[in-house]
């Protein structure tokens, strides 16, 4: 492999991009990170001119993100914002192919799209490669997300990359679950990559915010005129939080990851539990209770370090039986319970669920009522 020539700087590795990237450069008596700049208004005669357009904490959150998802990040209010910006690319009754076990939130935006006449919409199962690929002939957009919200389904990111290639259309990955510590959607050659930064990238349950990637200098100025335009712009403080979060991802994730392989290893030997959706890496672990949906409803109920809460990707674990949700997909299990597991002693995390489980046999809430 030829050595770096001597002006370019050394390739930096993902934990090291995270700490590093977005960070002002260093000069006596700067801040050594990027402060809150609290401001709607700056002095005519620059480029940011307003709030709205652009702000110096946003800026060092997208450049950090960007490095690590390997293109230009732009953020958003939230996640959904960062959504429903892609979803406006669609021009009239444009056709979006997207996984039927999609992020609900993205489901039910493209269905309310479709009933007032916006656009087509077409789910298919993401795992079935060969159908995905043939639905997205026509397709103007094909959505992805992988692994999928709450199936934990994998897709062929490249195949199903291709696919919408083929057709003409943009491929989207949204890459909150996998984040861009075990996934970089951009170099399998998708063209946006959307992020929730309220899950991982923030990490710590305590702000809203999401974000689109880009390589395409073109799409990131249609993307940002869109978000200028309609206001999807995040807050200073979010942003500010985001980028502290965002230095700890990759710590974070590998402990995350490592507490979660070991839960599903646990689950899977455990009587009360029929069925363990697992993807073989990323922290979400999604048990199905042969107990159904009181098995579920009783072990939110049980837990004690566990806290019954929906989101996801915070240090703190949480779990939640999806099929709580009117909007969640009927072919999600009653029984499913998603468990977010956080960066806590994993014996702690398996004692507490273990209990909870032993309940669950013992009590047999399936042959009660
Ligand atoms: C939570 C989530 C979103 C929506 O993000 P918000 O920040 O809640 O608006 C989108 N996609 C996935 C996969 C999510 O988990």
Redesign the pocket.
């Known amino acids: 492999m030829p050595a770096d020539s001597p002006a370019d700087p050394p390739l930096l590795r993902p934990a090291t991009l995270a700490v590093t990237a977005g960070r002002p450069s260093p000069e006596p008596d700067q801040p050594f990170n990027e402060p809150l700049t609290m401001a709607s208004t700056y002095v005519a005669g620059g480029d940011r001119e307003y709030g709205r357009y652009g702000n110096p904490t946003w800026t060092a959150f997208e450049e950090a993100l960007g490095a690590l998802e390997g293109g230009r990040a732009l953020s958003f209010a939230?996640?959904?914002?960062a959504?429903s910006t892609v979803l406006d690319l669609v021009g009239h009754e444009g056709l979006v192919v997207a996984p039927r076990h999609a992020?609900q939130?993205?489901i039910v935006a493209l269905g309310d799209l479709e009933a007032r006449g916006r656009i087509r919409a077409r789910l298919v199962d993401v795992t079935d490669t060969p159908a995905f690929a043939a639905a997205c002939a026509d397709a103007a957009l094909v959505w992805l997300?992988s692994p999928t919200?709450p199936a934990l389904e994998v897709a062929d990111l490249p195949a199903l990359i291709a696919a919408a290639h083929d057709a003409g259309a943009h491929a989207v990955v949204?890459n909150?679950?996998a984040t861009p510590v075990l996934q970089r959607p951009l170099e399998l050659g998708a063209d946006i990559v959307?992020h929730?930064a309220?899950?991982y990238l923030g990490g710590h349950s305590d702000l809203?915010?999401?974000a689109l990637v880009t390589r395409d200098d073109e799409l990131h100025g249609v993307l940002k005129g869109r978000r200028d335009l309609v206001g999807a712009t995040p807050g200073t403080l979010e942003a500010w939080l985001a980028l502290r979060g965002l230095r700890t991802l990759p710590l974070r994730m590998e402990r995350a990851c490592v507490n979660a392989a070991e839960l599903a290893r646990r689950l899977e030997g455990h009587p009360a539990v029929a069925e363990v959706r697992y993807p073989g890496f990323g922290a979400i672990v999604a048990p199905v209770l042969a107990g159904g949906e009181l098995a579920g409803d009783l072990l939110s109920r049980q837990t004690r370090l566990w806290v019954h809460a929906t989101?996801?990707g915070g240090v703190e674990s949480t779990l939640e039986r999806r099929r709580r949700w009117r909007t969640e997909a009927a072919t999600i299990p009653q029984g499913l319970v998603r468990l977010s597991v956080g960066i806590e002693d994993v014996e702690d995390l398996w004692a507490d669920l273990e209990q909870s489980l032993d309940r669950l046999v013992t009590e047999r809430p399936d042959t009660a009522g």
Do not use: H, I, Q, R
């Not at 939230?78 to 914002?81: K, L, R």
């Open positions: 939230t996640g959904m914002a959504v992020y939130g993205s997300e919200n949204d909150t679950f959307v929730s309220t899950k809203l915010l999401g989101s996801l």
